[in-house]
């Protein structure tokens, strides 16, 4: 397959890009002018079942971990777990910040605490919404802000109806 372009070695502008292969060579000096390149469209094959499947994979625009296109992908795209505690821990973390009248950076700081929880797997077996208030608790302390845990602890029960103990 052959495309257009110019060649940054000789200036030739016959450029064979080959998505199977994933790369762009010049046909004049054999030059590899891109490599790895990521192609965009969809593929189905079909199984033996008498469905189809999709081929490769979804990479994120962060360069997180590839998303799972599996049996659920005409139903939607299957999200990883992770991906889906991020977002609902980042959104607590934003309604309990507002109603404290946190700035971002200390929202931001605590998703960052919320993350490491995760990633470490400080959450298993606990209430997310205690990891929330434990990060929330943690910024307010170290970047001195006058909230104590009881106004945490009341700020949540407002949004969550939860109890928080043990903190």
């Not at 940054?8 to 890009?17: A, E, F, L, P």
């Not at 593929?43 to 799972?68: C, L, R, T």
């Amino acid at each position: 397959m052959s495309s257009t372009g110019v060649c940054s070695h000789c200036g030739c502008t016959d450029i064979d890009s080959d998505p199977a292969r994933g790369d762009a060579v010049c046909t004049n000096c054999g030059s590899v002018l891109e490599d790895q390149i990521i192609v965009s469209e969809i593929q189905f094959e079909d199984n033996a079942g008498g469905g189809s499947s999709v081929i490769g994979q979804f990479v994120s625009s962060d360069g997180s971990k590839p998303h799972s296109l599996g049996i659920n992908f005409p139903h939607g795209i299957k999200r990883e777990s992770r991906t889906v505690t991020y977002e609902n821990g980042r959104r607590s973390i934003q309604q309990v910040g507002s109603q404290l009248r946190l700035n971002q950076h200390c929202i931001d700081t605590a998703f960052n605490f919320f993350k490491m929880a995760v990633n470490k797997r400080l959450t298993r077996g606990r209430k997310t919404t205690h990891v929330i208030a434990a990060c929330l608790y943690l910024v307010c302390r170290t970047e001195g802000t006058p909230h104590i845990l009881d106004t945490v602890e009341v700020d949540l029960l407002k949004g969550h109806n939860v109890l928080v103990e043990g903190i």
